[in-house]
């Protein structure tokens, strides 16, 4: 697998043949080290910063996330960014514009059902935390000491049963989402031709992700830019590239923003 060096030199060619630089850039485990809780989640040191400096050279820096966009908007804290959350399903762009994928609002009350169902069903279970999303549902098990793997097929089954959902597993979470055939993949889809779309010239495209949701990304750019796969120790993946942890995500962040400040005025522009 490539390293982060290999990563910047890609970046570095495809900015000298004139491309412009797409960041898409997930949240927990990638900006955000693994936390015990999801509300305990934050940037990894630097990270905003780091982001901060890759905007002002024009870069287009997007956070594709399976949180709620406003959430990771919040723990974030960084302007003139585009969030795409609700793994995917949610569009806010830098400009402000925001737009929903279709059938996402309608889905709302078969998340509801799950959500009570989970809730009476496992709410009481030591170390289960329950995570409300605008368009989803978490159960996390990252602190049920015992039976863990049980009781996530048991909140599966329930979920499926109830229907009107999909299930996506993460770390230590299982999630009942619209059942609508949508992902982070289809969502870097379109925000790379939104960004071809809205502004003239080649664009190269990077995505950097540490999860299972992540690799529908990575599978759905293919060679069409730089994807990394955060994580501590090699491992199957989709992604080209592999950094360790988010600390390296930071330092990949700076060294882009170093190259792209010597490539200035090359706009991506997205809606
Ligand atoms: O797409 P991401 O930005 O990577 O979000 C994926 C899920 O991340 C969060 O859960 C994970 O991180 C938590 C905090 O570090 C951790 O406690 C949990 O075990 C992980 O699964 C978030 O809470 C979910 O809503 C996201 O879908």
């Given at each position: 697998m490539k390293t982060l060096d290999d990563v910047v030199h890609d970046v570095a060619n495809a900015l000298a043949k004139g491309q412009r630089l797409l960041a898409m850039l997930d949240f927990d485990g990638t900006l955000a080290p693994i936390a015990a809780?999801?509300?305990l989640a934050a940037p990894e040191v630097g990270a905003a910063e780091a982001i901060t400096a890759l905007v002002k050279t024009g870069a287009q820096v997007v956070i594709v996330s399976g949180r709620g966009a406003a959430d990771v908007q919040a723990r974030l804290g960084v302007g003139n960014v585009s969030v795409v959350g609700s793994h995917g399903l949610e569009l806010w762009w830098a400009s402000g514009a925001r737009e929903l994928v279709k059938g996402a609002e309608e889905a709302r009350a078969a998340i509801a059902k799950v959500e009570a169902a989970w809730r009476e069903?496992?709410?009481?279970?030591?170390g289960v935390v329950l995570e409300q999303k605008p368009f989803g549902v978490a159960l996390h098990y990252?602190?049920?000491?015992?039976?863990a793997q049980t009781l996530a097929a048991r909140a599966s089954e329930a979920a499926l049963q109830l229907g009107g959902v999909r299930l996506k597993s993460g770390k230590c979470v299982v999630e009942a989402v619209p059942?609508?055939?949508?992902?982070k993949g289809r969502a870097a889809q379109l925000v790379l031709r939104r960004a071809r779309a809205t502004a003239p010239g080649e664009v190269h495209a990077l995505y950097v992700g540490d999860d299972l949701t992540d690799e529908d990304a990575f599978l759905a750019l293919g060679a069409e830019g730089s994807t990394v796969l955060v994580a501590s120790e090699d491992r199957a993946s989709e992604a080209s590239a592999r950094v360790r942890d988010p600390a390296q995500v930071v330092r990949l962040i700076w060294e882009l923003a170093a190259l792209c400040d010597q490539n200035q005025g090359r706009l991506v522009g997205l809606p």
């Open positions: 809780r999801p509300e069903r496992f709410g009481d279970v030591a990252r602190l049920v000491e015992e039976g059942a609508l055939r949508w992902d």
